[in-house]
Structure formats: structure tokens, C-alpha cells
């Protein structure tokens, strides 16, 4: 896996539809976040770029760390970052790593299951939007 400071953008491949990134609210996440922003904002083109804020339990504080990373890109950087939701801090998947299991197969119905599975069912959406738009260019 590489850090935002690793990735060039001949390493991005050109049929990727979209970039989303996960961070966390702590200071240093945020701010290489952003550098990878950067980085794909040169080498992604028009492709959309959305933010997943994991481990922050409270929605607040999540949204605002998606709207100060928006706000910085929209004026630096001239573009925006969709919000694609966020993992709530979660017991359940500390226990799960302990017991090598992945949480979201025993801990489906706990917060974090559930919000795995609203990005999931959001970006499945996207997908097949995306797939359909093509089939019409076609």
C-alpha cells in the first residue's frame, strides 16, 4: 500500500471511475488525506473524489471533518469531495481483530456493520449507474 507521497499519477489507471478515500479525524489522516486528494486531483481529471470518515462514533464531528477537507478543496484545489458516510467507532471490530474474524460477518447488526453496509449499498449504486451511462454512450 502506498502513502499519498508514493503515489504518482502514472500509477493511476484510467478506467477507475471514481477515487474514495478513508480517514480518520485525527490531524495527521487528515492531512495526508488531503495530499492524496491533491495528487489524484492532477492525475484523476474530472473523476469524482469521495471521503469515508472512519472510527468517529459521533456524526457531527465525522461531517465536519468531510466539510473541512471539502471546503480546502474547493479552494485550493478548485474542486470538491463527495460524502460518502462514515464507520463508527465500534467495540465489536476490536474484538473481531483480537479473534482474527472479520467483524462484518458476526457483527452485521452492530453501528459499524451497518454503516459498512450503507457505503456499500451507496457505492454498488454509483457502480451501476456508472455501468448504465456507459451502456447508453455505447
Given amino acids: 500500500q502506498k502513502t499519498a507521497y508514493e503515489i504518482r499519477p502514472r500509477d493511476w489507471s484510467s478506467d477507475v471511475c471514481s477515487s474514495d478515500l478513508v480517514t480518520t479525524a485525527d490531524a495527521y489522516s487528515v492531512m495526508d488525506t488531503y495530499a492524496t486528494i ?3 486531483a492532477d492525475a484523476a481529471g474530472v473523476r469524482p473524489i469521495s471521503l469515508l470518515v472512519n472510527q468517529q462514533s ?5 461531517v465536519d471533518v468531510h ?3 471539502d ?6 484545489l478548485g474542486r470538491s469531495v463527495e460524502w460518502l458516510g462514515h464507520i463508527p467507532q ?17 457483527s452485521r447488526h452492530l453501528p459499524a456493520g451497518l454503516a459498512i453496509e450503507q457505503v456499500a449499498m451507496r457505492l454498488l449504486g454509483t457502480w451501476q449507474e456508472n455501468k448504465a451511462r456507459d ?4
Avoid at 465500534?90 to 458476526?106: K, L, N, Y
Wanted: aromatic fraction near 6%; charge should be positive; include cysteine.
Fill in 58 to 62: 459521533d456524526l457531527t464531528q465525522a
Fill in 67 to 69: 466539510r473541512r477537507l
Fill in 38 to 40: 491533491k495528487l489524484l
Fill in 71 to 76: 471546503q480546502s478543496c474547493r479552494r485550493f
Fill in 90 to 106: 465500534d467495540a465489536a471490530v476490536t474484538e473481531s481483530a483480537r479473534q482474527t474474524t472479520p467483524f462484518a460477518i458476526q
Fill in 135 to 138: 451502456q447508453r454512450a455505447a
